[in-house]
C-alpha cells in the first residue's frame, strides 16, 4: 500500500511557476514509475508527466519544454516543476504511483492539489 501527498498547488500568473511535491509513504519508493495527471473542469483526466523506476521521463506534448519532472528515491518525493504556465494548465493535479509488471499493473493516487493560472 502507498499513499500519496501532493501540495504545491495555488494561483498563479500567467507565463509564472510553481513546483509540485508528492511524498509518498513506504519504503519501496524507487520500484515505482511515479506520474503527474491532471483533470480540468469536464474533461478526462490526461497524463502530464511520467518518470520510470529507471528515471526515464515521457511528457505530454503540451507540456513539453516548459515542465519537468524529477524523483528523489532518498526522500520518497517526486517533483513536477511547471514554467511558463498558460490558463489551459489549470487543472486539479493528482500523483500517481503505479506498480507495472508484465501480468498485472496497481495504481496509487493522491488527493490532488489544485492549479490555477489566471491573471
Known amino acids: 500500500q502507498v499513499q500519496l501527498v501532493e501540495s504545491g498547488g495555488g494561483l498563479v500568473q500567467p507565463g509564472g511557476s510553481l513546483r ?7 519504503n519501496i519508493f ?21 518518470i520510470t523506476s529507471g528515471a526515464s521521463t515521457n511528457y505530454a506534448d503540451s507540456v513539453k519544454g516548459r515542465f519537468t519532472i524529477s524523483r ?14 498558460k490558463p ?16 498485472s499493473r496497481t495504481d496509487y493516487w493522491g488527493q490532488g492539489t489544485q492549479v490555477t493560472v489566471s491573471s
Do not use: F, H
Open 88 to 103: 489551459e494548465d489549470t487543472a486539479v493535479y493528482y500523483c500517481n504511483a503505479a506498480r507495472i509488471r508484465s501480468w
Open 30 to 50: 524507487s520500484i515505482y514509475d511515479m506520474g503527474w495527471y491532471r483533470q480540468a473542469p469536464g474533461k478526462q483526466r490526461e497524463l502530464v508527466a511520467v
Open 20 to 26: 509540485l511535491s508528492c511524498a509518498a509513504s513506504g
Open 72 to 85: 528523489d528515491n532518498a526522500k520518497n518525493t517526486v517533483y513536477l516543476q511547471m514554467n511558463a504556465l
